[in-house]
């Protein structure tokens, strides 16, 4: 009996965390609602740019963008995000990856800069060595969207993979937002 329980609580606790590492999770607030956006700190290189403060990009709408070059979960989202930064760009869209390496090989900025050519990822990188952003946002997952209105807050996040339908229509709505 006993070994039974042992047993099922393991396939319990595997099938949750396969559950959760699956999943994809996105909550929308009402810009009046939304935290404020976390500035962009203990970035130990931009790539791709000069320096950038989020308070410079107020009246941007804003796609955060947490990632990994090693992660295939960011890889599949890449087509999507650089399609977004393509189309709306011209609009108000500021698209900022912030690469937060989950492995010591990442955080050097030769494969860093490798693998922006490599994957044609033209807009501002943040490189997050030290994870002091990805902490200001409690932030815990790759990839992680955070949407950010006009008057910097937060008010829209995704993790995971999917939805990208739903992430396309809320930043046209805050696209179309006045100031």
Same mark, same amino acid.
């Given at each position: 009996? +006993? +070994?039974?329980?042992? &047993?099922?609580?393991? &396939? +319990?606790? *595997?099938?949750?965390?396969?559950?959760?590492?699956t999943s994809t999770t996105a909550i929308a607030a009402s810009p009046q609602s939304g935290p404020t956006a976390p500035e962009f700190t203990g970035i130990s290189q931009w790539l791709n740019s000069e320096p950038l403060k989020l308070q410079q990009l107020r009246g941007k709408v804003v796609l955060v963008d947490f990632w990994t070059y090693s992660c295939i979960n960011c890889a599949n989202t890449l087509p999507y995000v650089k399609s977004w930064n393509q189309k709306y760009k011209d609009q108000g869209l500021t698209v900022i990856g912030v690469h937060t390496p989950e492995y010591p090989f990442e955080r050097d900025t030769g494969n860093v800069k490798t693998a922006l050519k490599r994957l044609g990822i033209s807009y501002p990188v943040a490189q997050d060595d030290q994870y002091a952003t990805w902490n200001a946002y409690n932030n815990q997952y790759w990839p992680a969207f955070y949407l950010i209105?006009?008057?910097?807050?937060?008010?829209? +996040?995704? *993790?995971?993979?999917?939805?990208?339908a739903q992430t396309e229509a809320k930043i046209q709505a805050l696209l179309a937002q006045k100031n």
């Amino acid at each position: 009996m +006993t +070994t039974r329980l042992k &047993s099922f609580a393991l &396939s +319990t606790a *595997f099938a949750a965390c396969a559950m959760i590492a699956t999943s994809t999770t996105a909550i929308a607030a009402s810009p009046q609602s939304g935290p404020t956006a976390p500035e962009f700190t203990g970035i130990s290189q931009w790539l791709n740019s000069e320096p950038l403060k989020l308070q410079q990009l107020r009246g941007k709408v804003v796609l955060v963008d947490f990632w990994t070059y090693s992660c295939i979960n960011c890889a599949n989202t890449l087509p999507y995000v650089k399609s977004w930064n393509q189309k709306y760009k011209d609009q108000g869209l500021t698209v900022i990856g912030v690469h937060t390496p989950e492995y010591p090989f990442e955080r050097d900025t030769g494969n860093v800069k490798t693998a922006l050519k490599r994957l044609g990822i033209s807009y501002p990188v943040a490189q997050d060595d030290q994870y002091a952003t990805w902490n200001a946002y409690n932030n815990q997952y790759w990839p992680a969207f955070y949407l950010i209105d006009k008057q910097g807050h937060v008010v829209y +996040t995704h *993790f995971g993979e999917g939805d990208y339908a739903q992430t396309e229509a809320k930043i046209q709505a805050l696209l179309a937002q006045k100031n």
